[in-house]
Every structure is written in structure tokens, then in C-alpha cells.
């Protein structure tokens, strides 16, 4: 691996679903790349494609029905053609996942403490008086006070964002190169949401790992991310620095979802209309049905090719590509003043 050679490299991704009423095609040939120590989330609204992506990389989908086409590269290594022994090693060892629920990912019947403890004695080494040491300390490292008190509590004695804490430590176990982290903090309320970022952000800067975030929630994208994918029905839309995403957002997917935020939402709700059918698509851009500056054109052949408007920011979208005029796409960004309903991207 060269110090270019990105950490994750994705590449023709495709994730279809063989279904009674058809082939669902959820992920349809995106391409994103995560470098090490850096964020990159993955946005869009329900039903986009964003966990089949992501649980893609490390083949966590079941084949049959799932099927993964493509490639993804891990440090080099294609990951669609290892063995389930080496996937598993990489699993346990460099790529960590968290999940939404993380009541799903934990035993209930044993201590949060003997959890950590099971995962370091699997990952390392350690003696077991080494590895409940260890386990206080990453209690304590993800702030879970009295570390060494709770140690012998159980799953339910722990709340909602506490558990997620304890999911972020079990992550952390085997000091991952890569943390897969999938809506980890939609369950919980706004300043629990926010802290744990924090923690993830504090913990990237000290592990150095790096980090793809799945989120439908472009409020935590603005607080978390480097790097953005706008994904809307198993294509990528939009692509770029956290910046270009904010302030100079060209699909008129990525400037929807924008208006949603909070203080810009002139219309209240989500984006009016619905995702379409992943069972048989429509032709052109997927975001047409949807898209008040959609023309004929937009509605023939294949979702446009990504067209580069400058330094990795990429727009899938034909009013970007040579003979048409972009400006109709311009979009202002509405003035939000001071308000608190102010979303930007954090500089930290
Ligand atoms: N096992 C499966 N069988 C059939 N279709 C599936 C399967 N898993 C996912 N899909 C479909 O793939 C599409 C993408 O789903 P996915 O869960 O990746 O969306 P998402 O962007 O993560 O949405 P959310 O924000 O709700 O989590 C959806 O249409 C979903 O119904
Ligand atoms: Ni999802």
C-alpha cells in the first residue's frame, strides 16, 4: 500500500436482492473512498441504499438473496474475493462496525464489563487481569463514569446513549483501522446524539482511524464529516468536501435535503414525493419524478455521469454537463442569520 492508496476504495459497487416480486437493486454501481483518519458519511433518505452499501464492504449481507458485485478494496486488498476466514480476521481486526439499536449488538444476559473483556481476550493476548484493566479503561475513554463500578452492571442497567458508549468501547477493542458506523446515534435525543459525536471525533483523533458514517441526517453530517456521498436510490448524487456540500450544493437532491434543516424548512415535512421503485427504476436521473427543473432529457438512458465542478466536488446531474445551462440550477442559500436553527459545518 502506497501512502496514496486510499483505506477503503469502492469501487462499481452493485447489492441486489433477489425478491418474489423481482431483483431489487439497492446499490447500483457507486464508487466512494474513505483515507485514513478522515470521515465520510454517507447521506441520503430512507430506503437509499445506505446500509446495504456499507454492510456491503465487509459482506455482511446474506448471499443468497443479497448479491455483491464490484470491488472494495481494504488497504489494498480486495475484499469481495477473500475467504469468509480472512473476512472474518479483517472483520475482528481492522474494521469495526456499530449499529443503531445497540441494545441488537449486546448480550443481555452477561455484564457489560465480561462483554469487553470476551472481545479483548478474542482480539489480543491480554491476561485476564491485563484485559479487565483494559476494559475500565475504555469504559472510562468512551465516559462511562466510575468506570470500575459499572464494570459488573448489566446491559439494562445502562441507558440509551450510555449503551451506545459501551458499543463505541467494544468498537475499539481490537483498535480498528476502520469504523463502519451506521445511524449510531439516531435513537437518542439531540444533545446525546451530539456528545457521542464528540466522542467519535475525539477518538479518531487519538486511534487515527477512519471513519464511514451513515446518516439520513445532514445536521450530523455537518458536525462530523470531512468528506460527503449523497446517495438517493442506490446512486450517488453528489459527492465532496463538507464544505462544497453546504455551501455550494448542485444537485437539486442535495439542495432538498438542505431545505429540510432545521430554521431553512420553508415548507415543513420532508421532500414532497416518494423514492422510486428499486424493483424496476426509471430511466435517467432517479431524482427526476422528484426534481422541479427536471426536463425531457432527464428522463432517458442512465443516471448522468458524474461531472467534476472542481476538486473532487461531483455532480450526477445532466445540467452539469456540456450544452446545458447550469445556472438553473443555482441555488441561494437562504439567509439564516444567528438563528439557532443554524446548521454549518464544525470546524473541530
Ligand atoms: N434483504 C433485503 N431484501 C430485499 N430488499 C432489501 C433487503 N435489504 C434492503 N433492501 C432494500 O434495499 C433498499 C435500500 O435499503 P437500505 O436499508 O440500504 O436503505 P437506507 O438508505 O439504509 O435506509 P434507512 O435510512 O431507512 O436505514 C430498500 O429499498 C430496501 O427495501
Ligand atoms: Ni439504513
Redesign the pocket.
Known sequence: MTAETPLLEVEGLE?T???EQGE?V??DGIDFSVDAGETVC?V????????????SVTRL??TP??HVDGSVRFQGEELLEMTEEQLRSIRGNNISHIF?NPQDAMNHCYTVGWQIVEALQVHTDLSKADARSKAVDLLDRVGIANASSRFDDYPHEFSGGQKQRVMIAMALVADPDLLIA??PTTALDVTVQSEILNLLDELQDEFGMGILF???DLGVVAQIADRVVV?YA?KVMERGDVYDIFDNPSHPYTQKLLDCLPGRNATGGGIPGS?PS?IDPPNGCRFADRCEHAMDACRVGEQPREVDIGSGHAVSCLYYQEGYDRAVVEYDIPETGTSSGEVSPSDD
Do not use: C
Open positions: 447489492t436482492f433477489s425478491t431489487v439497492a446499490v454517507i441520503g433518505e430512507s430506503g437509499s441504499g445506505k446500509t446495504v452499501a456499507t454492510e449481507i446474506s438473496p443479497g443503531q451506521d445511524e451513515v446518516t439520513h446517495m442506490g423514492l428499486v
